[in-house]
């Protein structure tokens, strides 16, 4: 059984999914940074540009927002995804669609940038857990990531089951998503049930609220537990606010009542993250090594193409022989990775090097208990077998940003290198750039602003070359520390 803990302030709301006291998930979000994205908006046409082939629309923001013809619902035009699927050239003109003063029903699909204001679609389309509801459109598509033919049939066939026939009051088509492809009808039909509720929900706020209103928000992280992270192994959703309680438990009363059974309002006096330590869980999934219970230890690097994870015995001497040593830090390194590459939300490309192992029946034993810890992930997982180096390559899917990216920046000192360059090597970086500024100018002197550990070296250890350097230039050079300077950072002044 797994356990929900919810952390709630103003500003941040945090998300912790517990098993045994061990925390396996960690899902945030800040409020000054929720986009609009997913927004749906009772908006008003200001003004139709006919030469852009596109419309200005208020929508109660700062700043107008943008619609193109491409984005715009065109009633009797089926099958259409998004947008307005005419051929080139035969396409209606926006002003013929659209007319200053029009209400009109749209959803934000790209939020404002600097001077731009937020883009816009007429197509709404209602994300849920394993389904996005096209509420003007009537067809099944199903992502193309769900595997072969066949599977994808099978799934077309058993959501048009579910779905039922225009004529019998169920309308709108239905796109599945990639975790859709094991899900069981009961699920299916519950995601079906939640997003058609949320539509008539929109319809009936378009119905009574004047333009410029917000019909619908795309959930909160706390609205989303109920509908993405809630499971049959879930034992309970404890969190901290009692305001937030009270909205969560309206939220799932009205579209998930099973889950709402689970609901507590945690009101203990330590905080509700210093339960299962996961705060300092939280530390350490920011570092880049992890050390394993056994001695041996992880170490965890992430780059613009991939992220590689190497595994190495450290102190590790327990077992009888150096095979055995290897096989039971590879088996527990297997779930380890796969709990920090949940926990750091770790995407993309991702190359893990276990220990090199002779034996067969060892790869095999870890490669199975690998897989088996990734099955627990949410996200799509492809992990493919040992390659001839013995390397595990693996690719998982790129649901947001990941864990570091989001709390942390590059270091100012090192630029993200990870190093910094030596007290010699910004000493001789100076006299080079001294050099050349020699060659331009003809100052009465030169001044070296610098880091006090680079111009002790140039007093003492360099004192030579410096001099060297003055007389070879005709000019004297003069030396100031500067306490707040890092290593690589100076300054040369003219005087």
């Not at 090594?289 to 780059?303: A, E, P």
Request: include cysteine.
């Amino acid at each position: 059984m797994e356990d929900i803990l919810i952390n709630w302030t103003p500003q941040e709301t945090r998300v912790a999914v517990v098993e045994n006291g061990s925390l396996q998930e960690l899902h945030m979000e800040r409020t000054l940074e929720r986009g609009l994205v997913g927004n749906v908006y009772s908006g008003r046409v200001a003004r139709v540009l006919p030469g852009m082939q596109s419309a200005f629309i208020d929508i109660g923001l700062e700043r107008a927002a943008f619609l193109h013809v491409a984005d715009l619902h065109v009633e009797g035009a089926p099958g259409q995804v998004r947008g307005h699927h005419a051929e080139a050239g035969t396409a209606t003109p926006i002003e013929r669609l659209l007319f200053e003063g029009q209400a009109l029903t749209v959803q934000v699909i790209k939020d404002p940038i600097g001077t731009k204001g937020a883009r816009l679609s007429s197509q709404i389309s209602i994300a849920g857990r394993m389904l996005v509801f096209l509420p003007q459109d009537e067809h099944i598509g199903i992502s193309q990531k769900i595997g072969s033919h066949e599977a994808r049939e099978q799934l077309r066939a058993r959501m048009q089951l579910l779905v039922g026939k225009p004529e019998e009051g169920a309308g709108g088509g239905f796109i599945l998503r990639t975790n859709a492809e094991d899900a069981s009808d009961a699920e299916l039909a519950a995601d079906i049930a939640y997003l058609r509720k949320a539509w008539a929900s929109i319809r009936q706020r378009a119905a009574t609220l004047p333009p410029g209103s917000l019909l619908h928000q795309d959930l909160s992280l706390v609205e989303r537990v109920l509908r993405d992270l809630v499971t049959e192994r879930t034992g309970s959703i404890r969190i901290d606010s009692k305001a937030q309680h009270e909205v969560l438990r309206g939220f799932g009363e009205t579209f998930m009542p099973a889950a709402t059974a689970k609901l507590e309002h945690y009101k203990g006096e330590r905080p509700i993250f210093d339960l299962n330590n996961i705060d300092a869980e939280l530390a350490r999934a920011l570092a880049r090594r992890v050390d394993l219970k056994s001695g041996g230890y992880l170490i965890f690097d992430q780059t613009e193409a991939m992220t590689t994870v190497d595994v190495n015995t450290g102190g590790f001497v327990g077992a009888r022989n150096f095979d055995d040593t290897i096989f039971k830090t590879n088996l527990e390194a297997a779930g380890s990775i796969a709990r920090q590459l949940r926990l750091r939300n770790l995407g993309g490309i991702i190359i893990v090097d276990f220990i090199d192992m002779t034996r067969e029946e060892h790869k095999t034993a870890v490669l199975t208990e690998f897989r088996k810890q990734i099955g627990k992930d949410r996200t799509k997982v492809t992990l493919g077998g040992f390659t001839q180096l013995g390397l595990v390559e693996m690719t998982r899917k790129r649901t947001r940003e990941s864990l570091s990216r989001m709390l942390c920046e590059p270091c100012p000192t090192c630029e993200g290198r990870g190093q910094v360059k030596t007290a010699r090597t910004v000493c001789y970086d100076i006299m080079r750039e001294i050099l050349r500024e020699a060659r331009q100018f003809s100052p009465k002197e030169f001044r070296i602003v610098a880091a006090a550990n680079v111009v002790e070296m140039l007093l003492d250890e360099e004192s030579q070359h410096l001099a060297g350097l003055s007389d070879f230039i005709g000019k004297p050079i003069s030396l100031s520390a500067e306490p707040a300077n890092l290593t690589e950072h100076y300054d040369i002044v003219l005087l």
